[in-house]
T-cell receptor
């Protein structure tokens, strides 16, 4: 069954730790996205990718980085986590040929930095 | 630039009530329009979409019509259920990006 997965679902860590949030999709989609969702529910695009070796910054500046070495995998890394990074992170993907840019979302990772 | 303005929440309704969540948009071209739903503890799921003017998207009893003249895409359901309690996001797609509204939290009480 085609789907999009995120791990871990919940993560509580201390300040200064390096973390990687995993995102994988089995739909063969070329385009992938990372959104940050604040407690007020608003979604902000922080990174996206058109395919392997493509990464772009989104509308909201973020201290995180991403990589796209394989089509199905789009991990997000924070080198040194801070309390201001506490948020929900949502990964999404879509077909590059989709005229409507319908995006499919993973379940999210809720990150808490103490 | 593109923007989506969504009805402020939270919205609380009794079961079987009629639901309307307003959504208006600003876009430079001819965007596609979407409603996404987020259930507690989950990611977003596509609820319905419309890709051109006068299209009506529908799913699970929800409907929304793409109104170009009023730049609107209001979400409606004739009789809501407790299971419809969730956060609803209106979104538009143009230039390969989605622009989301701020979300409306809907709570249905039995």
């Amino acid at each position: 069954e085609a789907d999009i997965y995120q791990t871990p679902r919940y993560l509580v860590i201390g300040t200064g730790k390096k973390i990687t949030l995993e995102c994988s999709q089995t739909m063969g989609h070329d385009k992938m996205y990372w959104y940050q969702q604040d407690p007020g529910m608003e979604l902000h695009l922080i990174h996206y990718s058109y395919g392997v070796n493509s990464t772009e910054k989104g509308d909201l500046s973020s201290e995180s980085t991403v990589s796209r070495i394989r089509t199905e995998h789009f991990p997000l890394t924070l080198e040194s986590a801070r309390p201001s990074h506490t948020s929900q992170y949502l990964c999404a993907s879509s077909e590059i040929t989709s005229a409507y840019n319908e995006q499919f979302f993973g379940p999210g990772t809720r990150l808490t930095v103490l | 630039g593109n923007s989506v303005t969504q009805m402020e929440g939270p919205v609380t309704l009794s079961e079987e009530a009629f639901l309307t969540i307003n959504c208006t948009y600003t876009a430079t071209g001819y965007p596609s329009l979407f409603w996404y739903v987020q259930y507690p503890g989950e990611g977003l799921q596509l609820l319905l979409k419309a890709t051109k003017a006068d299209d009506k998207g529908s799913n699970k009893g929800f409907e929304a019509t793409y109104r170009k003249e009023t730049t609107s895409f209001h979400l409606e359901k004739g009789s809501v259920q407790v299971s419809d309690s969730a956060v609803y996001f209106c979104a538009l797609s143009e230039e390969e990006k989605l622009t989301f509204g701020t979300g409306t939290r809907l709570t249905i009480i039995p």
